[in-house]
């Protein structure tokens, strides 16, 4: 996760493990013991006390969680949070190098936007943007860690816009929140220009946990914690691994079945005269268990990518339908069809 100092990207981790450690759509989110009581600890102390979590140190936080359903894990989850000012950091602190290695071997990257800032450039669009947003290092950022995966013929990461506070976009004169959701990639476009390249797609995804006032007063902060769409980045990340997995999984049994088809047409070449017969019997027998236990093998494969695509449906569902960006295009993602992306309306 990048995020800067205040953007409430720690103050999300704790709500998103909170909200998924108790169940959403039959699946839940579970961690070791010490990660759990770390974390479960921080947020009653938030939901409570009103106590916002301590910022953190050049030392990155690394949780490891698992998705459960039905006591079977479904997948192994690792998410980093970095400080602040990890991704302006010089060379030479304990985090810079850490921080690029990290997002080069990430399957997804959340970079935190807060929604005060968004919404104050969004009453001024013409203008700047604040420089708390740090677009432009956050866009060089992301461009090493493209090209890295690039240059190493891996397959890009998956991006979450992850828009915190997203109940400070509301009440913007003229601009409905829906609207200005959808203005953000276009204030985006110039300052940061990687999330437009092909290959590339990113989820703007707004999320809300509480309203903190300016007083800090803590009972205020307890009483208004209601997570809203905290789950939804989640659910976005590992639908796109699944997505890719069934399209080459897809691709792998095409062939295969192929590949049966040219077999068999083999076979039944074989089979055509008495005197081949006669004298292919042992190679006919051999093709022929060759094609019963490969059929069989397609059919146990067939069967399990049915249930991948079964659970990435169940996640787009989770998802449902936000802004997104997709080869340098803006469209939506789709929670009432078969599709994951929809056009522009």
């Not at 060379?91 to 990257?109: C, F, G, N, V």
């Not at 449906?313 to 599709?339: C, E, F, I, M, T």
Request: net charge negative.
């Amino acid at each position: 996760m990048l995020g800067w100092t205040h953007s409430g990207k720690t103050v999300f981790l704790l709500a998103m493990y909170a909200a998924l450690n108790q169940s959403i759509d039959g699946y839940y989110l579970s961690a070791d013991q010490d990660t759990d009581l770390d974390l479960r600890e921080a947020w009653e102390d938030l939901t409570e006390l009103g106590t916002l979590p301590l910022p953190n140190s050049e030392v990155p936080q690394s949780y490891d969680f698992s998705l459960v359903e039905n006591l079977e894990t479904l997948a192994e989850v690792n998410v980093t949070d970095f400080r602040g000012s990890a991704v302006r950091a010089r060379t030479d602190s304990k985090d810079a190098k850490p921080l690029l290695d990290r997002l080069i071997e990430s399957d997804s990257i959340y970079v935190v936007l807060d929604g005060q800032l968004l919404r104050d450039w969004l009453v001024d669009p013409s203008g700047p943007p604040p420089r708390d947003l740090h677009l432009a290092k956050t866009n060089d950022v992301l461009l090493r860690t493209l090209r890295a995966r690039q240059d190493a013929k891996r397959e890009l990461p998956s991006i979450v816009l992850l828009i915190t506070k997203m109940d400070l976009l509301t009440g913007i004169p003229g601009l409905p929140r829906p609207a200005a959701l959808r203005k953000v990639p276009e204030l985006l476009e110039e300052r940061v220009p990687v999330l437009f390249t092909p290959g590339v797609t990113a989820l703007l995804c707004p999320v809300s946990v509480g309203t903190f006032d300016e007083s800090g007063d803590p009972r205020s902060i307890a009483d208004s914690i209601k997570p809203v769409g905290v789950a939804r980045p989640l659910a976005f990340s590992l639908r796109h691994i699944h997505d890719r997995y069934i399209a080459r999984e897809s691709a792998r049994l095409r062939g295969q079945e192929l590949a049966h088809v040219a077999v068999e047409t083999r076979l039944d070449d074989q089979r055509s005269s008495i005197l081949r017969r006669f004298y292919n019997r042992k190679s006919i027998r051999i093709a022929e268990e060759l094609i019963r236990s490969g059929q069989q093998r397609l059919r146990n494969d067939t069967e399990e990518l049915r249930g991948v695509v079964s659970m990435a449906d169940r996640l787009r569902a989770q998802v449902g339908n936000l802004p997104v960006l997709r080869d340098g295009k803006l469209g939506w993602y789709l929670s009432a069809n078969g599709h994951g992306y929809g056009d522009d309306e």
